[in-house]
């Protein structure tokens, strides 16, 4: 039984700037952000049962395996936030993801950002986060003092996933898994294509523009 609400997805390589442009959308949208990234993370950060078994993927650029996230979502699309539209960043990034999302919700637009994978390794090696979830990068978007947060005064950290070789992984699966979810939507006709090159505000104006 599919359900009547505001669902996009925003969907990217990694480092495409889907959780930039997701923070820009629920702004404007008030929408629920869903990042299964985010969450991911925090249950790693709390030591939780889930993150206990996420961890090992996801510091190999490794996809959790389904069943998991796919509970995650289902939780966070019940919570009150995502009641009036939610905005998922990084699900589904497979068919099995996909089909268990459709058989859930109605999804109105898919939002590919589209960014050429030579610049997708300079976007993630630079990124810096801090523990509250605030995203900077080093040459693109620095903190005003060096590895520290503009907006807590925490320590600035990179990602375990953020490296290198990791990113090699983690562009792998995007062509191996993910691709097939942009194609399955395609057929939908509910995709968008989006420069995800330039300036944030610029890609945000463009992608506002076709939603
Ligand atoms: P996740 O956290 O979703 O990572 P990802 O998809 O690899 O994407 P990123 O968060 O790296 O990039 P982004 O597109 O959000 O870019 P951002 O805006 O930050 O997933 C991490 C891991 O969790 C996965 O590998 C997997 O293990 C697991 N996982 C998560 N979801 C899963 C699922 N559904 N199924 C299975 N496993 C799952 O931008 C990147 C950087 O570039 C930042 O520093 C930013 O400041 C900068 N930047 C952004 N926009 C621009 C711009 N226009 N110009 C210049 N710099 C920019
Ligand atoms: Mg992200």
């Known amino acids: 039984m599919t359900e009547q609400r505001r669902g996009i997805i925003l969907i990217g390589a990694p480092g495409s ?47 959790v395996p389904d069943s998991l996230v796919i509970d995650l979502l289902k939780e966070a699309l019940g919570g009150p936030e995502a009641q009036q539209g939610f905005i998922l960043d990084g699900f589904p990034r497979t068919m099995a993801q996909a089909d268990a999302l459709d058989a859930e919700v109605t999804v109105d637009r898919v939002v590919a950002l589209q960014v050429p ?17 605030h995203v900077y990068h080093v040459k693109h978007n620095p903190p005003k003092v060096d590895g520290v947060c503009d907006a807590t005064g925490e320590a600035l950290y990179q990602r375990s996933d953020d490296t290198a070789p990791k990113v090699v992984a ?23 294509e989006v420069d995800g090159v330039g300036d944030p505000s610029e890609i945000f104006t463009r992608v506002m523009a076709v939603l």
């Open 170 to 192: 983690r562009l792998a699966k995007f062509e191996s898994e993910t691709r097939a979810v942009i194609a399955h939507y395609q057929h939908k006709g509910v995709v968008v």
């Open 17 to 63: 700037g889907k959780g930039t442009q997701a923070k820009k959308m629920k702004a404007a949208l008030g929408y629920a952000h869903i990042s299964t990234g985010d969450l991911l993370r925090a249950a790693v950060a709390e030591d939780s049962e889930l993150g206990r078994k996420a961890k090992g993927y996801m510091d190999e650029g490794q996809l």
């Open 117 to 133: 994978f030579d610049l997708i390794e300079e976007r993630i090696t630079g990124r810096r986060m801090s523990k509250s979830g």
